[in-house]
């Protein structure tokens, strides 16, 4: 199993409301990261989980807050968002920089596109 | 702090030519990836490559390594038009960032 799932697939939200969107991997992979991209840009990472305690905040409004509830899940909560917040928002999962095994790839998850309105 | 260049940031290639993507990068890494996008697709990992030295080929696709230049490239070889897509690299070291990617764009 390679896949890293996220929902949901499609997102419109209103800038009053409050909304969540989850990532679930099942690799065993000790690092979680949220991405946001903007349509013709590269993904620009958010945040980074590893071991389920958040060890990278790129300056993110607090409007965006992850949460990693356990070592499969990392949920991304939204709230009082602007419409320049839509984007394509990427979960990605690794084994940790430090970390030895077989699997050495980062896995990517096929994104929410959120609309915000 | 990580920078990774990348370049060229357009690539029109006719079928059946070779071409190079350059990726270079500011600090040491562990490990360095590239992706290809599809339009309003996400990231589909192509190679991964953690030693010097490094090189992996999956089809027209070559990637290699060389961490004292701080320097992976993409080759392609007879370019097909199936290949048109964003090819990004990314660097890991205790975050994972990307390269403003490649939109490679193969002509009949």
């Known amino acids: 199993d390679t896949e890293v799932t996220q929902t949901p697939k499609h997102l419109v939200m209103g800038m009053t409301n409050k909304k969540s969107l989850k990532c679930e991997q099942h690799?065993?992979?000790?690092?979680m990261y949220w991405y946001k991209q903007k349509a013709k840009k590269p993904p620009e990472l958010m945040f980074v989980?590893?071991?389920?305690?958040?060890?990278i905040n790129e300056s993110v409004p607090s409007r965006f807050s992850p949460e990693c509830p356990n070592s499969s899940l990392l949920n991304l909560h939204l709230h009082a968002l602007q419409p320049e917040d839509s984007a394509l928002y990427l979960c990605?999962?690794?084994?940790?920089?430090?970390?030895?095994?077989?699997?050495?790839?980062?896995?990517f998850g096929q994104g929410t596109r959120l609309t915000v309105v | 702090e990580l920078k990774v260049e990348q370049n060229p940031l357009f690539l029109s290639m006719q079928e059946g030519k070779n071409y190079t993507i350059y990726c270079n990068y500011s600090?040491?890494?562990?490990?360095l990836y590239w992706y290809r996008q599809d339009p309003g697709k996400s990231l589909e990992s192509l190679f991964v490559?953690?030693?010097?030295?490094a090189v992996k080929q999956e089809g027209r696709l070559m990637a290699s390594l060389d961490t004292k230049a701080r320097l992976s490239t993409l080759h392609i070889t007879a370019a097909v038009h199936d290949l048109s897509a964003t090819y990004f690299c990314?660097?890991?070291?205790?975050?994972?960032?990307f390269g403003a990617g490649t939109r490679l764009t193969v002509k009949p």
């Open positions: 990605a999962s690794s084994p940790p920089p430090a970390g030895q095994g077989i699997r050495t790839e980062a896995f």
């Open positions: 690799m065993g992979h000790r690092a």
């Open positions: 989980y590893s071991y389920e305690k958040l060890s």
């Open positions: 600090t040491t890494s562990d490990r």
């Open positions: 490559l953690l030693s010097n030295g």
């Open positions: 990314a660097v890991q070291r205790n975050d994972m960032r």
